[in-house]
């Protein structure tokens, strides 16, 4: 997970400058708060602080609050044609998720990795709300364990959702 994490520690850091500006601590925080678990190091982060300063992507600057890092033009470029990293970081982990799933049979697991390929679509049209649909996922796994009734009511329940969402889909297509 470590060589994950330092791998894309600068396109998180050319993220959050894109937001503003930020001393070292400042993004180490802003990191940990974010992903909720990762604080990175000081000795992983700033060494790149200074290759990032070195390559052109960032800069220091000197404001009211005092230095800060800011993204630069080259930096922002970096960032947006990182796309390609991106769609490479979802087909890896949808294939991983695949030959897992092979291996030990999860055709569960198969299905997830079928619709990992969409997450790749950028759709800032849906905003917040598909934030709602990992929270659902959250809610059915706290579920005790459930007797018939019980998986029955929460099957109507998955399964009114989903129609209603298919019916808006149809109306919106009209």
Do not use: C, N
């Amino acid at each position: 997970m470590e060589r994950v994490r330092s791998e894309h520690l600068k396109f998180y850091i050319l993220k959050l400058l894109l937001k503003g500006r930020y001393t070292g601590y400042g993004l180490m925080k802003a990191i940990e708060e974010e992903t909720g678990f990762w604080r990175p190091s000081t000795g992983s982060l700033y060494p790149l602080l200074s290759r990032m300063r070195e390559e052109g992507l960032i800069a220091e600057v000197e404001g009211p609050e005092g230095k800060r890092w800011e993204v630069t033009p080259k930096g922002r470029e970096l960032y947006t044609k990182a796309t390609e990293a991106k769609r490479k970081l979802f087909q890896d982990m949808r294939e991983s998720m695949l030959v897992f799933a092979k291996a030990f049979g999860r055709t569960d697991l198969e299905l997830l990795a079928d619709r990992l390929g969409r997450l790749q679509e950028q759709r800032d049209d849906l905003g917040g709300i598909a934030i709602l649909f990992l929270e659902l996922h959250d809610a059915l796994w706290s579920l005790p364990p459930l007797s018939e009734e019980a998986k029955r009511e929460a099957a109507t329940i998955l399964k009114r959702a989903r129609d209603e969402l298919r019916a808006l889909a149809e109306r919106l297509r009209r």
